[in-house]
Each structure stands twice: as structure tokens, then as C-alpha cells.
């Protein structure tokens, strides 16, 4: 009897906010972004409510205009190592940059945080949207759009054969004869790439999930045929459930095409969940939510997506600009989403900076309304589950109280975690080392 | 009234072992060098001892022929993340390489350990000795000894610069006024020199001890005076307490030169005491040592030493040849040492092949022959402190349970914590942000 179908949760971990101005709320620590007290609550919040994996964010260049949940925060890998040695069951997925990292480190430092965790580690593969980020590595540019997904591609292929290559059983340590690794279990990857020459082998063993998880998060078309090719789940970002199908359909049709097995990638849209006892009770939270915002900062939201592009030069209450020529070279997944959601909506400048700044969603109301709606997404190709954001302090807390046990009772949810495995938790196969495969063929 | 000297403690953390044959003994488990409870219960041991510190050492490069604790272990900035959320007061100190890094990826991964642990991280600047480590990314070639410290030097400059990128008080949050961070207390780097070009400013806020502590073990004529100018630790690894001597007043006198405060910087020897509760056992907890090891082990480690020159084709019962001309681009400073031994004590091949198999060292003995011999080396010019090796498994539960006290009892040794950052426990002298310094000075 094949399993369920199951709802797979994730946790964004975000510290002082989602939006630029929910720090402003009364009960957020304003260090919250820097607080390991406070990871670890949520931590271990999540896991109460048998969430798949906890997720962390990252971006590589700051500016004085720049969101506070982006200015001052951890760095992935270490704070997930953190989170590793105070929680037992949860998946640790941090983002890393391909542009400005070796393959080397990268794949040390998953293979590290997965046998740390006893095999709980995932990779968000990011190729940093942020023009400026070069400035910060001695770069004279940034990468273009089309070859940063070439590097990428060429990154992950370096890293994955990095964490292969000590077959499984290479340590031997037998103490009686002395021989402590088998040496003809150890690989060298010998990678000569136009981007990386990378020889092998990895400092440290395979790791218990023989490979950590692949996480993506495409939106440009290179993205999602990137997604598409490599990605094990996928986190997206759309406003409504059409939106959120229109991907999921054209995301898996990609993959399809590309002999990917039945249903890969899962497909998380992120979710916020504003969550009361009732349905006033949940619209006086987000009433609550919305108030912190203010019109600078949807405005603010838009320059820095377009470029630092000032739109206070147009009348706010107009129809929203061309502004097409001036996105070449900037977060063209996030501008891209923002036209889209222009032309969807006929929006003016205002209305498009009131949505960014307070995204209200779809999941405002009474746990059994929540419920309904993460169902509806789950049951009508609009996801494989959700990337949780906690919109107001306390709501994580009411998610899981609240939300879960429904979800539980309908049978979306599991009960308890089923395996020990952040790979096998989500039902992704394990995937056998290259060089054992290679093997068997021969043999 | 000045606080008495005591002396600093660390603890190698070093998995399987600390010579090539001894993760052979039967109570070491093979897979230590990536298991969290191992790594978890030695940390909070030392804990228990009152030790300053944790210290993970790193290599970047293996093969078929690399000693086990080298082949297989956790990445430093992971495991200290992770040993950061189950410890409370102990440093944790990390080996990283400049050589294959970049700035501002190290400036916040220790920045972020500094805030998830509270102030307690510490960077062992190492410049890479194995020339075929360029291999693993993409380089043509291992840069030369003397560059490697002169890129050095730019590296952890830049590191240090984007540390104090966030002025101490930079993050306002009035969320009253909206003002999450005062623009004016964020800086720029703005560094261009010959190696790096960092703009900054870091992403993560100046952490709880302003500045991480720079640990070095510089061996060589160039990291000697790397270690006198930059380092606020040194470790180092003499055999005996006459050449603790000589390299403690040379590094003394070269760090005066400098004119660095006085006592700076804090020299810490190597040290694998062997603890029994009288001297005979002591000395069969030795004994069960070395009939681990083979005389091909110790061959194996003059070869890595010596740029992998094959020793058996000399008379190993005959004088040491003269090697100097194979030592060239190999590890210079282990290279060095083993040279200087072998003059010292006009060692043949098998000797030096058996002292660097099984290393005894000055510390064999009953619980008050041990802290009379460390307490020998604090107070004649040998040592500020010790980095203590554990040399068979149970030795480190015995040093703290059987040397520690006497230690205390002699009032050489703290017996609780001082303080919450282990800066400050070292008794090492807060840092000011330069920016703030500057302000002041022009004020």
C-alpha cells in the first residue's frame, strides 16, 4: 500500500521579521536576528508541530537601505550546526551562495552539519541576486543572470561527487590489522570544469543521508529549469493559489520532461499563516500586522527589487510604470513576480506597495479556515506543502497549537516522524553512492 | 592588586586520536572524529576542568596516505556551532585557511559562532601547508611560504575591518521612531589591497566579544613573526621544556620588538599527559601507547613531513641524512622541527621515526608529577599555558578529575569562571571598535 500523501512542512527562520517593518511589533526582540534562545524556541516549536525542516535565508551584501531581517543576522551553516545538537528529528536547510563560495567548503561544511545532525542537512542552492554582492569578494562584476545558473550547475555537480566520494563503507577500522580506511573505497572526483577544478577527496565520509537534500528556489526561467533538473524541493513565493498552480504545473511539466520520477520536485509556496481562534480574532492580528507598515517602506520594497529605481516620481495612484529597461540587472526573480502580479491585479504603484508590505495571503482566519486553505492548495496542484513564515510573534506558536492538530486529524500531517533520515522523513530515495552503482553495473 | 597568573587550558579536539596508530586502541571508537556525543562529552569535560578552550584543528587536503585524524572529520565552524548551544563558559577556537577562504565569508561565520555561543569564538589563522591542497580549488599552485603570510596578514585584516563594520551600539531598534539601525554607526571597508578587495559592511552586527581572539602557531621564521605581530595565542609544539624555551623568549622578544603589550602574546605548548593514580601506572598507560604503533607509522610521518621522501632507503639504525634541499615546498614548519630534534639529540632515523610515532613528551606520571612538570614549564619561560592532546581515551577524564584539583589547590588553575566571553577570561584586553576609537580621537 503506498503511503499517504502527506503535507511536508517547513519553518522559515527569519529572526526580527518577514516584512521590512513587523520588528516594529511589541513583542519582537529587536536582536531576535542574532538570538540563539530564540532560534532555539522556534526550533523546537517546529518540531512539537512535526515540521519537516527549519529553514535559513541568506543574502551577501547589505546597504544602509537594506531590510532589517536582511542587515543583521546569523550565517546558515553555523546557526543550523547549532540547531543540529538542541533538536533530534527536524531537517536543517541553509542557503548557500554558489558565486561566491569553493565547492570544497561547501560540501565539507553540509557533509559536516549532516553528520552532526545524523543526517538531517539540506542545501538551498542560490547563485546571489544582489548586483553589488561582487563588491564584497573582489569581483569586478556580478555574474550575469544566464551564466550564474551555468556555474551553479557546475557547482552542484562538484559538491555532489564530493560527498561521494567515500563509499559507504570505506572506514574500515579494523585495529587488529591496522587498516583504518579502505583506500580503494576513497575517490578522487578529479573535476576539470570551465568553472572549477576540484580533485578530491573529500576530507570527511559520506554522511548518513548519503546525500544532504537539494533545495531551489527558482522563479526566472532559468531558475525553474534549474529547479527542474536538480532540485529535490523547491520554495516559491506566489500571492495566490492560481499563481501558486501556474508554477507548480509549469514546474512539474519542465520536470517531467526532463525523465525527473513521478511528482519531482515537491513544491513548497511560502505561507503565513495569521492564525486566531476565530475569524476575528485572526483579522484583529493582521489589522495589528498591517499597522506597522508604512507606504516608504512598499515603496522602498519596489526600488530595491528594481534596482534602487525611485518610484516616487509617478503618481502612486496611477497605473504602474514600464519599467522593464531598468530591471536588466537586478533581482530579476523578485521584479519579475512583482510585474506579474501588476498585470494580474491592474495595479497602481500604491496598491502593489501596500501588498509588499504587508502581505496579507491566504491563510488568515479560525484553525479549521487555515486548514482548509493549506488543503485546498495541497489537493488542487498548488503545493506539496508550505514553507511557514511566522507573521506576528506568538503566531508560530498558534500554528502549531492550533493548526496542526487539524491538519492531523484530516490525515495531512504525520503524527510522529517516521524515520530517522531528513531524506527518508520526506520520502526522497536514498541515493546510492556513484561509484558503488558504477560497480554493480560492471559487476 | 593584579590577578595572579594562571595558567590557560585548552583541549585539541581531535576525534580518533593524535597519532597515526592510536585510534587502534580498544576503547576509541573509529567514527569519533564525526560524533557529536564524543565531541559533546570531551567538551563538557573540559568544562568541568575549567579550560579556556576548545581547539579544532583543519587540513584542507587528503589522500590514500593521510593519518586518520586528518582523513576524516568534521569541519571546525560547524562542530564549535554546534558544541556553542551545549556549553556555556569554555572558548571554541577554529582553525580556518586564509589561502583558500574569502574574508567576508570567515568574518561572519566567526562573528556568527561569537554571537550564537555568547563571545566565546576564537580564529586559528592558518596559511594551508600542503602544497597539493591548491588542487582542491582550482589553483595551479600553492602560493610560496612567504607570500602565504603576507596574504595572510591583508586576510585577517580584512576579517578584523569588517568585524568592527557595525559599531557596538549601531542597532537602535526604536521601533517607536522606526529606526531599526543607525546608518551612521555602519561602515564601509572599502579595502583594496594587493589580495583582496572587500567593500563590507558585514551583514551581522559587531558580536558579544567585539573581536574574536586570533590564536596562531606560527614555527617558521615568517609565522614566528606572523604569530609576534598578529597573534593574541600561539601554539606550538616543542618536545621538550629547553626548546619551549627557546621558542617562548624568542617569540617574546620578537612580539617586544613590536612593540606589543607586555606578556603578549600568550604562548601555549602542546601537551599529551599520561595520568595514572601512581607513577607505574602511569607509566603501563604509556606503555599500552606505543605497542599501538608500528615503525612504519612513524617512516609514514617523516615522509609527509619531508615532501613524501621515502626514508627507507637510508639505514635506519645510521645518521639522519641531510634532507634540507626535499624540504622545500613541503610543511616547512613541521619539517623544521623534525630537523631541529634530530640535531638536538643526534637521533637516527628509527629514533626520531619511534619519538614522532609516540610521542612521550615531558608529562608521564602521577597526578602531582604532571602539575609539577606543567607547573615547571609556567614558571621557567616554557609556557602561559597548555594545549592539552588527549592521548589515550579515559586520559582526558583523569587529567581533569586527578590534575585539575592539584592545579587549583596550588592556585594555578581558576577554579569557576570569571566572566561571559572568553576574551575577558583569557584576561585579554576588550577591543574597541576603530571606528568609535577614531571618533574619540578626533572629538
Request: with cysteine.
Amino acid at each position: 500500500m503506498p503511503q499517504e500523501r502527506k503535507i511536508k512542512l517547513g519553518l522559515i527562520l527569519h529572526g526580527v521579521g518577514r516584512t521590512w517593518d513587523d520588528w516594529r511589533h511589541p513583542d519582537r526582540d529587536v536582536r531576535a536576528s542574532t538570538s540563539l534562545s530564540f532560534y532555539r524556541t522556534q526550533a523546537q516549536l517546529a518540531e512539537r508541530g512535526r515540521f519537516d525542516f527549519l529553514f535559513v535565508a541568506d543574502s551577501l551584501s547589505i546597504n544602509e537601505k537594506s531590510s532589517p531581517h536582511y542587515l543583521y543576522r546569523f550565517e546558515p551553516l553555523t546557526i543550523l550546526s547549532a540547531l543540529a545538537a538542541v533538536t533530534e528529528h527536524i531537517g536543517l536547510v541553509g542557503t548557500l551562495s554558489v558565486s561566491y563560495t569553493e565547492p570544497f567548503n561547501v560540501a565539507r561544511q553540509f557533509a559536516s552539519l549532516d553528520h552532526i545532525s545524523g543526517g538531517r542537512a539540506g542545501w538551498n542552492v542560490v547563485t546571489s541576486w544582489l548586483s553589488d554582492t561582487a563588491a564584497n569578494f573582489g569581483k569586478a562584476a556580478h555574474p550575469a543572470h544566464h551564466e550564474r545558473y551555468r556555474i551553479a550547475a557546475e557547482h552542484l555537480s562538484v559538491v555532489q561527487g564530493l560527498w561521494d566520494s567515500w563509499e559507504d563503507d570505506a572506514l574500515v577500522g579494523d585495529k587488529q590489522g591496522g587498516v583504518f580506511v579502505d583506500a580503494a573505497k576513497l575517490h578522487r572526483l578529479d573535476h576539470v570544469g570551465p568553472y572549477f577544478q576540484v580533485r578530491g577527496p573529500l576530507n570527511i565520509g559520506r554522511s548518513p543521508q548519503g546525500q544532504p537534500v537539494i533545495f531551489q528556489a527558482g522563479a526566472s526561467e532559468d531558475g525553474k529549469d534549474f529547479a527542474a533538473r536538480h532540485a529535490e524541493v523547491v520554495f516559491c513565493g506566489p500571492q495566490n493559489l492560481e499563481e501558486a498552480q501556474t508554477y507548480y504545473r509549469d514546474l512539474k511539466a519542465r520536470a517531467e520532461r526532463l525523465g525527473r520520477p513521478d511528482g519531482a520536485p515537491f513544491i513548497l509556496p511560502g505561507a503565513a499563516p495569521i492564525v486566531g481562534r476565530t475569524d476575528e480574532e485572526a483579522e484583529a492580528y493582521y489589522q495589528e500586522l498591517s499597522e506597522l507598515t508604512s507606504i516608504d517602506t512598499g515603496l522602498g520594497f519596489l526600488a530595491r527589487a528594481f534596482n534602487d529605481h525611485d518610484f516616487r516620481q509617478y503618481d502612486l495612484d496611477g497605473p504602474f510604470p514600464d519599467v522593464a529597461r531598468i530591471g536588466q540587472d537586478s533581482n530579476q526573480s523578485a521584479s519579475q513576480r512583482i510585474l506579474e502580479r501588476v498585470r494580474a491585479g491592474n495595479l497602481t504603484v500604491r496598491q502593489i506597495a501596500r501588498e509588499l508590505s504587508t502581505p496579507r495571503g491566504d491563510f488568515v482566519g479560525s484553525p479549521e479556515k487555515v486548514a482548509d486553505a493549506l488543503q485546498r492548495w495541497f489537493e488542487n496542484e498548488g503545493a506539496d506543502g508550505f514553507v511557514i513564515f511566522e507573521a506576528l510573534p506568538g503566531q508560530l506558536e498558534r500554528f502549531v497549537d492550533l493548526v496542526v492538530p487539524v491538519l492531523q486529524q484530516r490525515g495531512l500531517l504525520r503524527v510522529e516522524y517516521e524515520h530517522d533520515t531528513f531524506r527518508e522523513n520526506l520520502g526522497l530515495p536514498f541515493l546510492s553512492n556513484r561509484y558503488v552503482a558504477e560497480n554493480k553495473h560492471a559487476g
